[in-house]
């Protein structure tokens, strides 16, 4: 079992960076790939950004590619998504996720979710 929990959404202005944290609970975090998700009001959720394992591959959807950066620290538990020049388009509910696997775009695949950070990017 692993217990996801984010932090650092906010409200930024367009242009501006924010940093997400995922704190994940148990032993084993550094066997599971994680992502970041995000969903906006009336719309799917949709893939982000994803690391691997280890932290030696990472994937981006191609809105976000250039701007936002993700990593992951195994001795802390903690994957971030560092996210910069940030417009409205970004605005939605982020999710960090758990999966064994590495099926990393699809949301089938993640087995574990936390309960998501409101981002907000205002014009």
């Known amino acids: 079992q692993v217990q996801l929990v984010e932090s650092g959404g906010g409200l930024v202005q367009a242009g501006g960076s924010l940093r997400l944290s995922c704190a994940a609970s148990?032993?084993?975090?550094?066997?599971?790939?994680m992502g970041w998700f995000r969903q906006a009001p009336g719309k799917e959720r949709e893939f982000v950004a994803a690391?691997?394992?280890?932290?030696?591959?990472?994937y981006f959807a191609n809105s976000v590619k250039g701007r936002f950066t993700i990593s992951r620290d195994n001795a802390k538990n903690t994957v971030y998504l560092q996210m910069n020049s940030l417009s409205p388009e970004d605005t939605a509910v982020y999710y960090c996720?758990?999966?064994?696997?590495?099926?990393?775009?699809?949301?089938?695949?993640?087995?574990?979710w936390g309960q998501g950070t409101q981002v907000t990017v205002s014009s």
């Open positions: 148990g032993r084993t975090f550094s066997s599971y790939a």
């Open positions: 996720a758990a999966q064994r696997g590495s099926a990393y775009y699809t949301v089938r695949a993640y087995e574990y």
């Open positions: 690391i691997s394992w280890s932290g030696g591959r990472t």
